[in-house]
T-cell receptor
Framework: AQKITQTQPGMFVQEKEAVTLDCTYD???????LFWYKQPSSGEMIFLIY??????QNATEGRYSLNFQKARKSANLVISASQLGDSAMYFC???????????????FGKGTTLSVSS | DSGVTQTPKHLITATGQRVTLRCSPR?????VYWYQQSLDQGLQFLIH???????AKGNILERFSAQQFPDLHSELNLSSLELGDSALYFC????????????FGQGTRLTVV
């Protein structure tokens, strides 16, 4: 079964608008973390934001915020005031076993391509 | 700059050959993860090393192997290369007990011809 599901293959938004990229996850581990990464056409993976399963507040980093709904197992990324430079592929990922020494690998969704137009 | 360094950035090689990809993690990070990104398979976890020891294996082929050295840099060895091995190979590092971070290198784009 897929552990990370991103149902939107592509999203289109105009500059200065807000956009929400969907992500649902599946885990039975109570200690997990959710990550969002941006991959522009140049290929690098840029870390955007992190949310821990025990965090009470939704994570925010500048124009990025994570809408974390634990009961629904969703961790949507909200980008406010979109810019042309936001055009990229966005990946949602999960790490189980947060807090364990050595850590565990990230499990990725298939990604959503965001296109921002002027 | 993530602080994770991967070399080389690009690699073109022929089928049947062997290549080595190198990764230097962020200063102080003990964990190194290798991932493969291809168009058909997406981002797949290959292998995880922690402080020199193998911790977990993902979808890593037997023709592939890795190691982490005492200075914590890691190498991914790919042998008997096939056309289907063409992909972007990423290394990521994380550290500390909380492991809330995972920073990626710029990747090595491997093309097998």
């Amino acid at each position: 079964a897929q552990k990370i599901t991103q149902t939107q293959p592509g999203m289109f938004v105009q500059e200065k608008e807000a956009v929400t990229l969907d992500c649902t996850y599946d885990t039975s581990d109570p200690s997990y973390g959710l990550f969002w990464y941006k991959q522009p056409s140049s290929g690098e993976m840029i870390f955007l934001i992190y949310q821990g399963s025990y965090d009470q507040q939704n994570a925010t980093e500048g124009r990025y915020s994570l809408n974390f709904q634990k009961a629904r197992k969703s961790a949507n990324l909200v980008i406010s005031a979109s810019q042309l430079g936001d055009s990229a592929m966005y990946f949602c990922a999960m790490r189980e076993g947060i807090g364990k020494q050595a850590g565990t690998a990230l499990i990725f969704g298939k990604g959503t391509t965001l296109s921002v137009s002027s | 700059d993530s602080g994770v360094t991967q070399t080389p950035k690009h690699l073109i090689t022929a089928t049947g050959q062997r290549v080595t990809l190198r990764c230097s993690p962020r200063s102080g990070d003990l964990s190194v993860y290798w991932y493969q990104q291809s168009l058909d398979q997406g981002l797949q976890f290959l292998i995880h090393y922690y402080n020199g020891e193998e911790r977990a294996k993902g979808n890593i082929l037997e023709r592939f192997s890795a190691q982490q050295f005492p200075d914590l840099h890691s190498e991914l060895n790919l042998s008997s290369l096939e056309l289907g091995d063409s992909a972007l190979y990423f290394c990521a590092s994380s550290g500390g007990q909380i492991n809330t971070e995972a920073f990626f290198g710029q990747g090595t784009r491997l093309t097998v011809v």
